[in-house]
């Protein structure tokens, strides 16, 4: 199509052999199908989590049947619910959808029923002792995800993460990398493509070109990345020259300043970074897709309209998540028509989306061809295939592999019990602290009694004479928003408090391989035990090896020996 031809009526229909439907869509709808607006998993509004961020059923289907926006993002729910709900949705749409969702920990991070893997950063651990095995879970844990996804009707899997977690520090990438290593991280996520890739579903490699040497929260400011071209082409830029040419799919931006590619934007609306460096330099022909847009990184500075019109400027093809999609949308289309933006920008990058929907969605497709794409019905979803036993066998074997154990914890007494003392940064907010969760109950088994302290509504601080023999439980991992700080802070009182008058039994720590060091324990001398998992099953395998069987009678001085 020539320019011409689309400023003939940039408000009217646009009508090109190219476009996938039998009816020519409007400017407005191209603009459109780049846009990715978010939703709950739950099928009821009274459930909606994030009521700012997530659109009611009625505002989604505005989206999807008046607006055509391109794709949904889903978090939250159960499996079953998500299937119910991507049915629907497909139902509602004109042309298929894209529907995806941040599952980096397998589709049972985000909705309940599904398998729940480990976080990457526990291949990463395996691969340091059995680079081969590791391999081998990755390409495994990629199909699993993939497989489980299609099973449920998202066809559009947010991971891998390629960063390079080289910053201890990092609060947003952390244990979500497969490591801080360059060739680790590389030979893993590779593997995990090659893994997804047995399913027509897309992969992302992200965050363009490199958050794993940030400090800063992303979602509440700008992180900088200060680092030379050269040291980012010898680090940074590897894995996701090795992921494009693995094949992934779409790659998602970050939002960090770099100034050695841009002095002025961040990269998610940088057009040296994502049109010179990503599509020209490094040949990159899928999707390039924003981050989230509502971040403050992004929104706190250029807002949603300009946000939106510079990340299409810099070379963007999807906006995740823009505040206001309505709004984003005609920003974009006014911007068009300003003469800002060429419309060419905006049908290359419409081409782009239709490849990715005929590799997403061949189920909705007739033989391949587009132009009957709203005549069809969604495929059904299949329920057998989520958390089948090899895939929960999967997920045990690569926790059990990934942790750490030394010694095992002395039981108390019925007469003189002990505290079971979890350290939480919310416990109003944990999927992984249900009423029947092991970390609570199993230790009641050796006598010691939950105490159940966190950063946020039951904050308790240690008073010496109440102190008694403690297992002390952490979960800690990178914490978006509010970091890990203050957890790590309350951890680290109450420890020193029993080390102090020697009631420290033993110490568990859930998530981050960081923590053992912050917080300076005598690994030598103390029992202690470690997994990148915070899910019950973790829970359950590090437990069954720290606590004594039930009716065992350790001593002190058997421990000791």
Request: with cysteine; aromatic share 6%; charged share 15%.
């Amino acid at each position: 199509m020539s320019q011409e031809d689309v400023r003939g009526d940039r408000s009217g229909a646009i009508a090109t052999s190219r476009l996938p439907a039998s009816d020519s869509l409007s400017f407005a709808e191209q603009v459109a199908q780049m846009v990715v607006v978010r939703a709950s998993g739950h099928l009821f509004d009274h459930e909606i989590c994030y009521p700012a961020w997530e659109a009611d059923s009625a505002t989604l289907s505005r989206y999807v049947e008046e607006l055509g926006v391109g794709g949904v993002i889903l978090l939250g729910g159960s499996a079953a619910e998500v299937g119910l709900k991507t049915q629907a949705l497909q139902t509602q749409a004109r042309i298929p959808l894209l529907i995806a969702a941040d599952i980096e920990e397998g589709v049972g991070q985000r909705f309940s029923g599904a398998t729940w893997f480990p976080p990457p950063m526990a291949l990463g651990a395996i691969a340091r002792r059995d680079l081969t095995s590791a391999l081998a879970y990755a390409q495994a844990f990629g199909a699993a995800t993939a497989a489980q996804s299609l099973a449920i009707g998202l066809n559009w899997v947010l991971a891998p993460v390629v960063d390079v977690n080289n910053n201890p520090d990092n609060p947003v990438i952390n244990v979500r990398a497969f490591g801080d290593e360059l060739g680790q991280v590389n030979a893993l996520t590779q593997a995990f493509i090659r893994g997804a890739q047995t399913q027509p579903v897309l992969t992302t490699a992200k965050h363009f070109p490199g958050h794993g040497d940030t400090a800063t929260d992303s979602h509440l400011a700008l992180p900088g990345l200060p680092h030379s071209m050269e040291r980012l082409k010898a680090l940074e830029l590897v894995p996701f020259e090795r992921a494009i040419a693995a094949g992934v799919d779409t790659v998602m931006t970050a939002h960090l300043h770099i100034p050695a590619l841009d002095t002025r934007y961040p990269a998610t609306l940088s057009a040296p970074t994502l049109t010179g460096l990503l599509r020209q330099q490094l040949g990159f022909e899928g999707l390039i897709v924003t981050d989230a847009l509502v971040m403050g990184a992004i929104a706190n500075t250029y807002g949603p309209y300009e946000a939106a019109v510079l990340a299409v400027e810099a070379g963007a093809d999807v906006l995740l998540m823009p505040g206001d999609p309505e709004g984003a949308i005609a920003a974009v289309v006014e911007a068009v028509n300003l003469g800002r933006i060429a419309p060419e920008r905006i049908l290359a990058s419409v081409e782009r989306l239709w490849r990715a929907k005929q590799k997403a969605a061949p189920a909705l497709l007739p033989n391949g061809a587009g132009h009957a794409w709203e005549h069809l019905p969604p495929p059904p979803i299949d329920l057998r295939a989520l958390a089948q036993p090899a895939t929960q066998q999967l997920a045990t074997d690569i926790l059990t592999a990934s942790m750490t154990v030394r010694g095992q914890i002395e039981p108390c007494t019925a007469t003189a019990p002990g505290d079971n003392l979890v350290l939480v940064d919310d416990a109003t907010d944990c999927r992984f602290l249900g009423r029947t969760a092991p970390v609570l109950c199993e230790p009641q088994q050796s006598h010691y009694q939950l105490k159940l302290v966190d950063t946020q509504g039951c904050r308790q601080w240690p008073q010496p004479e109440h102190l008694r023999p403690s297992l002390v439980q952490i979960f800690v991992r990178g914490n978006p928003f509010r970091g890990a700080a203050p957890l790590m802070d309350l951890a680290t009182t109450w420890i020193q408090a029993l080390q102090a008058v020697n009631l420290l039994r033993g110490v568990v720590i859930y998530g981050s391989p960081y923590a053992f060091e912050q917080l300076q324990l005598d690994l030598d001398t103390l029992a202690h035990g470690f997994t990148y998992g915070q899910m019950p099953l973790a829970q359950s395998l590090i437990l069954a090896t720290l606590l004594p069987p039930t009716g065992s009678s350790l001593t002190r001085r058997e421990f000791t020996d």
